[in-house]
Structure formats: C-alpha cells, structure tokens
C-alpha cells in the first residue's frame, strides 16, 4: 500500500487520463485512495500497540522500549500476520512454543496458555486495532518468554541472593524477529537458555516428572516396627516396591517376587531403597526409619517445584566465566569445581552454616588469595556468645586452645579485659597451629559478609550427612586438594610446595592468585549429576519456599520481577 502512495504522488494526471477511459478514471482512483487509507490505518493501529503507553497494560520498560524499536525500525509491518491480516505458520508455531513453557521450566499460564486458541478463532480480524494487538501482544510474550528463559522470571537481588543478572541482556528485536522467521522456535529459545549440562539435565529430568505426576501415586505406609530391615517382612513392602519402582530406584526386573514373597523386604528391594538414599542425601543404610519414609512420600508435585527452582537459579548465572568456577551447594553440602574441559574436576563435602543462626549468605566472588597456616581474629559476636563464656567457666580454655588477647601483656581474664573483649575494644586471635578454627588454609574472595573457604581441624563433622553446623563460612574436607586445583597454573606451586606450606612453620603465608576464579556459594535442591538420576535435598534455609513466593507474585504483571520503577504502563 506504501508502494500505492507513492505511485500516486509520482503518476502525472495527464498520464491516468491517458491510461484510464473517463468512466473508470475516478472509480480507480477511489480504490487507490482507499488502499492507501487503510495501510495508513493498519500502520497507525500497530504504532499505537507498539509504542504508545496504555492506561490497561503494564510492561517492563525493557519489552515497551524493544517492542517499539522492533516496530519501528519495521516501519510498523507485522511480524506474525499475512497479507491478509491472518496469523502466519510462524505465529501458531509461536503460540505453540509459548503453550509448552511448562516443559522449559516456567510456567505457560505467564504466557496467556488458555488464551491464545480463542483469539486466534475469534471474528475480528477485519479490525485494524484488534489486528495490530494481537501482534503487539504475540511479540510481547515472545520476549517475555525469551528473557525469562535467558535470565530467569525474579530476580536474584530482590531475595538477597548476592548474584546480578544485570549484564545478561538480549537484543530483543533481533531474536523476535529469529523466532517470526524460524522454521522452528524452539531452537531460537533453546540457545537462550543456560549452556551449561547440569540445567539440560535438569530440564530432562523435568519432562519424566511430568510425566510421572500424571499418574495416581503410591504412599508407603509406616512399617509396623519402628524401622525395617533388610530381609525382614512387613505388610507395607509392596507398596515400598512399587513406589520405588516408580520414582526409579527400582528396575522392572528387580520388582518380580515369588508367590508369597511379596511382604519380605529382598536384598534388591534394599538395594533399591539404598539408591534412593543416597539420593536424597540421607542416610545410605538400607534400613526403612522416620527420615527415609517422609522422603519416600513427598508429593512429586513439590519435586516438581524445586526441579523449576533449581532451573531458574540456573538461569541467574553467566553464560560463561573468564575460569572455570568453583561451586559450593549449600543444601547439598557439597564443593565442585570445574576444570578447564568443562568437566568436573573436584568434589568433596562442606560444612556450611547454621540452618537458625548462622547461614551461609548465596553469593557470587573471585577467588583471589590463599593464606597457609592462617591466625584467626575472633569476630565479636563469636567472642561474646561462645569463647567468653567457656573461659570465664574454664580460666584455662583460651590458652589451651591456642588464643591471645591482642594488646596487653597480662593475659589473664581480668573483669577489666573481660569488659574490653566484650565492647570489642580488645580482640582476641588465634594462633596457627592444631587447634586453629581455621585449619591449615583459608582460600579468600572479598565480600561484604566476611565468609571464605577453610580447612578445619573438626574432621568428623564431614561424617554427618547434615552438616549446617559453621558460623556461616564453608569448610573444606580436603584443603590440600582443593589448594592444589586452585594453585595449577602457577608453577611455582607445584604440589609438594603446597604440602610443605599446609605443614611447614610458616605463619599467615599468602598467596597471590594469577588469575582470579569465579566463586559461587548457590542453593540449589535439585541436582542431576550425570548418571539419569536427579538428587534431592531439604530446604534448609527456607530459600525454596521463599523463591516460589516471588515467582507466584511475578505471575501477573509482567513486570512483577523488576523494580515498579522499571515498569511502565503499556
């Protein structure tokens, strides 16, 4: 039609009554007129959904300013519409995609899911307005759809999560306009998501869940001794097996039993319970306790949930990291890094901090110093609720333990330097050495919550399979180990150096690293290693819980993750 107008303002009158008998001279000219009236409407209609601010619709100031800058550099031509007025393939492939955010671990009521067939069915299309919305809207939820999958639906600053997403943007005119063009959206919005195999994982283990939520599921019942043991019999067994059988624990094989044999707790079935176990985090006994039964009967819908949740705290994270990082799980009570393949590299148990008290904060650092045989400066909240307290009980206690009070000779806890420790006038150190809280090594990354990596001399902790036992730091099982993987790429500190450090006399011996490495202390429930298996663990801080809440209040507005003053009306 743009083509029409410019025809006309170009064509000469002598030319059309050349051209043009006078019967069909003014006829002609009317529906050229026309023609051009209506582009004008159609391109008024779609400048008006595209750019200019509604008193109805709220959308975050990145999609409305994306949105008109897509449109505008279009001169306002329609993606997902025909000649016609009609949605393109391209745009039921779209909906379709946006119909399917529920197996890319969002949810698709965020995307209008029941909306969409209606109006596409709906008479109106002969409406400029409608039209034009419709088109407006389509492109809106692709880039809500985008962003959401890219960066994730809340986020992570507004729950004290210390990890910004600021940086992860997109060019969102170019990738709506890869979706409208793609014979096949889906793979326009899997290059969106985290490359990284522990979400593809994840995301895999999703759509089996899905799957199995589906079907009726099976309780076990408490067995009629306060735990069962293998080999023992109990009427709840079959329904243990067949639970097993459907969480995956179980195979196929393994869940054929004798006539009559059905109450007796076999050794596959034990073996069975033992992969759960270990799964889970708890216990790798075989026995049928308190703990192992509730787990056994969560509802998979709650497995579900902290599947999604482990995603969307995937999306937080960068896309990649100038080194490969070191990760430590919190509610896994586990480190991992990563080597310079991609692949693991490094895992051992942590302890992490109090679950009342004293959590560790999730946060993101760069590792940058190693200190050997580190002293310890007491933090004041310590010195008050726990050292003081035990020595004015055992006057011999910080002397024994290896402490000092920094700046006074007599040692002795007088009531004036009791008072002075108390107020934090004076502090009070720990020498290096066997009893040092923080063992042989401290692997620094500068945060504002003064919470590093630290050997410690309490190995026996790393026994338990709940370990939020620290002041909010994370000790390391293996220091040596981990000293060694951070310390590769010096030469300078080949292994044996680092094993004369860690024992040596030495004191506060720090070292430099090269090059700093990404530090990420996350919380994630939901882990798939590698092996088809996904491991779950407890909510220990609440965070899950805490995370549904923001995505059940971002469903809505759609810019319910952002701060109100990045929303606009639209």
């Known amino acids: 039609v743009e083509g029409s107008i410019h025809w006309l303002r170009g064509v000469q009158l002598e030319d059309l009554l050349d051209r043009t008998s006078l019967s069909r001279r003014w006829p002609l000219l009317g529906l050229l007129a026309g023609a051009a009236a209506a582009a004008a409407s159609e391109v008024d209609a779609l400048r008006d959904a595209a750019c200019v601010p509604s008193a109805t619709t709220i959308v975050a100031n990145e999609e409305r300013d994306a949105l008109c800058a897509l449109y505008s550099a279009r001169a306002f031509r329609p993606l997902w519409l025909d000649a016609a007025g009609q949605p393109t393939p391209s745009a039921r492939r779209m909906i379709e995609a946006l119909r399917a955010a529920d197996r890319r671990g969002l949810a698709a009521v965020d995307y209008d899911l029941g909306e969409w067939p209606q109006r596409i069915a709906r008479p109106g299309w002969g409406d400029a307005r409608a039209r034009a919305e419709f088109e407006a809207l389509l492109t809106r939820r692709a880039m809500a759809l985008a962003l959401d999958l890219h960066r994730g639906r809340v986020d992570p600053l507004s729950l004290d999560v210390g990890i910004d997403i600021a940086g992860k943007r997109l060019d969102l005119p170019s990738i709506a306009e890869s979706l409208a063009s793609a014979s096949d959206p889906a793979r326009v919005l899997d290059a969106l998501e985290p490359p990284f195999g522990g979400f593809r994982r994840l995301r895999a283990a999703l759509a089996n869940l899905l799957m199995q939520a589906s079907r009726p599921e099976v309780v076990v019942p408490a067995p009629a001794a306060r735990v069962l043991e293998p080999g023992q019999a109990d009427a709840g067994v079959p329904l243990l097996r067949a639970r097993l059988l459907q969480l995956g624990d179980l195979v196929a094989a393994d869940a054929l039993v004798e006539v009559g044999a059905e109450a007796r707790y076999d050794p596959a079935l034990a073996a069975a319970l033992r992969r759960f176990q270990a799964r889970h985090g708890l216990a790798v006994d075989g026995r049928l306790g308190a703990n192992t039964l509730a ?155 003064a919470v590093y990596l630290h050997d410690t001399p309490s190995q026996g902790a790393f026994a338990r399979t709940r370990r939020d036992l620290s002041h909010g730091c994370v000790r390391v099982q293996d220091p040596e180990a981990l000293a060694n993987w951070v310390l590769r790429k010096q030469p300078e500190w080949p292994a044996e150096r680092i094993r004369e450090a860690l024992n040596g006399d030495a004191e506060d011996l720090a070292v430099t690293l090269s090059s700093p490495i990404p530090v990420y202390l996350v919380y994630v429930t939901a882990v798939a290693p590698g092996d088809g298996s996904v491991h779950y663990f407890e909510d220990i801080y609440g965070h899950d819980a805490r995370l549904q809440a923001a995505l059940d209040a971002a469903s809505g507005p759609r810019c319910g993750r952002l701060p109100l003053r990045a929303c606009a009306r639209h």
Do not use: C
């Not at 310890?376 to 402490?403: H, M, N, T």
């Not at 002075?420 to 290096?432: E, I, N, S, T, Y």
């Open 295 to 449: 787990a056994l009967n969560v509802p998979l819908a709650q497995r579900l949930d902290q599947v999604r949740h482990a995603m969307e705290r995937w999306r937080w994270v960068p896309s990649g990291f100038p080194e490969p990082p070191i990760v430590v799980n919190i509610p896994e009570f586990q480190l991992r890094a990563v080597g310079d393949d991609g692949r693991l590299a490094l895992q051992m148990p942590v302890v992490v901090g109090r679950a009342f008290r004293t959590r560790t904060p999730v946060f993101a650092g760069e590792l940058r110093t190693l200190v050997f045989r580190p002293s310890w400066i007491v933090p004041l909240s310590i010195v008050r609720a726990e050292l003081l307290p035990q020595a004015l009980k055992d006057p011999g206690y910080l002397a024994r333990q290896g402490f000092e009070i920094l700046g006074v000779e007599d040692q002795a806890l007088t009531a004036e330097t009791v008072a002075g420790l108390r107020r934090g006038q004076l502090v009070l150190r720990q020498k290096p050495g066997p009893t040092n809280a923080l063992g042989r090594v401290k692997f620094l990354f500068p945060n504002g919550h």
